[in-house]
């Protein structure tokens, strides 16, 4: 943030110091609190802005928070100025008294300072407050150390009714009069959020698959922009494909024609986005660097998770094949920008049977840079070929022909439309799938360890296969031993 920006002035400086006991204990609580699990041993005020004036009924205060956290569990010996600090996003309510409607958004009662004896509270549940956001956004401007921008040819109307979306999120969404929808990014970083970057590539370049930003808002920070929020068209009467999915294995039914739709939806956003944005050739350095990438991920991850010590070495050489392709110079790949975190519950199916993709943050874990290097497009592709077998997996009995229907038609609907088949790069495509598993491993051990069994079953596969090359990656499956 800018010296401005981070000194706060002292009545902002005492509205946190007020603030500071409560927002402290309800913060780690949140579902889209990142460090879940570590104590916090550092919270500070990074910014303060007053979008209602904290003595008006209701009043809303606009908060960045700067957090430390051990970066393990149990004793550490890293000094708390040296842990790497997260800021989240904090939209605080005041007022007298929270009408009953309002008590599961309580933070609690101020007890001293200049908000003492006031009741605040998380904004985004209040209607009052959350209009006020898209009038800000409707409206281009700055804001203390807030910026309001709006695209060039979007309309949006007043009065949109407000509401939250209640999903379980990273992040957390209001959707106005089922016309917009706004994200309001919890935990934030300086730089480019490919999360608004990617969709205004996309839409520069007309592509209609993912729904156009039509306002964002930004805080100044030292050197680079924090990305706080961003507003998009509402996809009305959307499915998401991970739902769509499930339905069909309820009722035994194919999904083969929506998993073709899907591969076909995926090649016209990576179409896009090559035409967009820088592509690189991948060359023999590169290739190493790519499998070395996923060698230390792998290593990272089995000593987070111990169920992934027995597969490591199987592993291995899956990266190792693809290391060896790099360095047998028999490779033309090229890297591009991709979603980087693609599943079923990223692509949203509008009522006329159109696919859209959404949420193109990238896995939230990885450092922004990281997230916004170019990446081979198999990247993706591997991201929905789990999603199937998440999906086929998650469901009794497993359905494993069901999954290979679908990767098979997904590969057909992106080589229609991109003339590459994925499958015709088996090792570039396992290296990756493999490397997506090790991801879902550590994310299930850490959010949903009851979902752990899914990706480990997936790994046993991945890693026999890798023992035994030959094997195409589309049909090797085989009755999980997990349930
Ligand atoms: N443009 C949209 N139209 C309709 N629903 C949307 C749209 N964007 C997001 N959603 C809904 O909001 C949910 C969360 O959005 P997402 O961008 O994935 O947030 P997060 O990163 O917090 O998970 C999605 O699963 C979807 O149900
Ligand atoms: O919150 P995000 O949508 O950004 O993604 C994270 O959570 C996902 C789970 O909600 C997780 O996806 C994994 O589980 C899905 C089923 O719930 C499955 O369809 C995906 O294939 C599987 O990776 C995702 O990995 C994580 O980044």
Redesign the pocket.
């Known amino acids: 943030m800018s010296e401005a920006a981070t000194r706060p002035s002292a009545h902002t400086g005492a509205l946190l110091a007020s603030l500071d006991p409560l927002l402290r204990g309800w913060l780690p609580r949140q579902r889209?609190f990142a460090g879940k699990g570590r104590p916090v041993t550092d919270f500070q005020l990074v910014s303060a802005t007053e979008l209602l004036p904290t003595r008006a009924e209701p009043g809303l205060l606009h908060l960045l928070v700067r957090v430390r956290q051990p970066l393990l569990a149990g004793p550490d010996t890293t000094l708390d100025h040296e842990l790497p600090a997260d800021c989240y996003q904090l939209l605080v309510g005041v007022r007298a008294e929270l009408p009953p409607r309002l008590a599961p958004a309580l933070i609690g009662h101020v007890a001293d300072g200049p908000l003492a004896g006031r009741t605040v509270y998380e904004a985004l549940g209040d209607p009052r407050l959350a209009a006020l956001l898209l009038e800000r956004l409707r409206i281009p401007g700055r804001l203390g150390a807030l910026r309001f921008a709006r695209a060039e040819h979007a309309e949006i109307p007043p009065g949109l009714a407000p509401r939250t979306?209640g999903?379980?999120?990273?992040?957390?969404?209001l959707?106005y009069g089922d016309t917009?929808?706004l994200?309001l990014?919890?935990r934030v970083v300086p730089g480019v959020n490919p999360?608004l970057e990617l969709p205004l590539a996309l839409a520069r370049q007309g592509c209609a698959r993912v729904?156009a930003p039509a306002a964002w808002l930004t805080a100044e920070g030292a050197d680079e922009p924090l990305v706080l929020g961003v507003l998009?068209?509402?996809?009305?009467g959307?499915t998401?494909g991970w739902e769509l999915a499930l339905r069909a294995l309820a009722k035994g039914e194919d999904f083969a024609a929506e998993a073709r739709a899907l591969g076909r939806a995926t090649a016209e956003v990576h179409a896009a986005l090559a035409a967009a944005l820088p592509t690189v050739s991948l060359g023999r350095a590169q290739v190493e660097l790519l499998a070395q990438g996923m060698t230390d991920r792998l290593e990272a991850a089995a000593r987070a998770v111990p169920a992934l010590r027995p597969y490591e070495p199987a592993l291995r050489t899956a990266y190792q094949a693809l290391a060896d392709l790099g360095t047998g110079g028999a490779t033309a790949w090229t890297a591009q920008r991709v979603h980087g975190d693609l599943h079923l519950?990223?692509c949203?199916r509008a009522p006329s049977g159109d696919w859209?993709l959404?949420?193109?943050?990238g896995e939230?874990a990885r450092p922004l840079g990281e997230r916004r290097l170019p990446q081979p497009a198999a990247r993706d592709v591997a991201g929905m070929l789990r999603s199937f077998d998440y999906a086929a997996r998650s469901c009794r009995p497993w359905a494993p022909d069901w999954a290979e229907a679908c990767r098979a038609a997904y590969c057909t609907g992106y080589a229609e439309v991109s003339g590459r088949d994925p499958r015709t790069e088996p090792v570039l495509l396992r290296a990756h799938e493999t490397d997506k598993a090790v991801y879902e491993a550590v994310y299930e051990a850490r959010h949903r360890p009851d979902w752990l069994p899914v990706p480990l079953a997936a790994l046993d596969q991945l890693a026999a296969d890798a023992a035994a090359p030959s094997r195409d990656p589309d049909t090797a499956c085989r009755p999980d031993d997990f349930r």
Not at 232 to 236: A, G
């Open positions: 889209w979306l999903a379980e999120q990273s992040n957390s969404s959707v917009y929808i994200k990014f919890r999360d729904p998009q068209p509402y996809v009305r959307a998401d519950g990223q949203l859209q959404i949420d193109f943050e939230p």
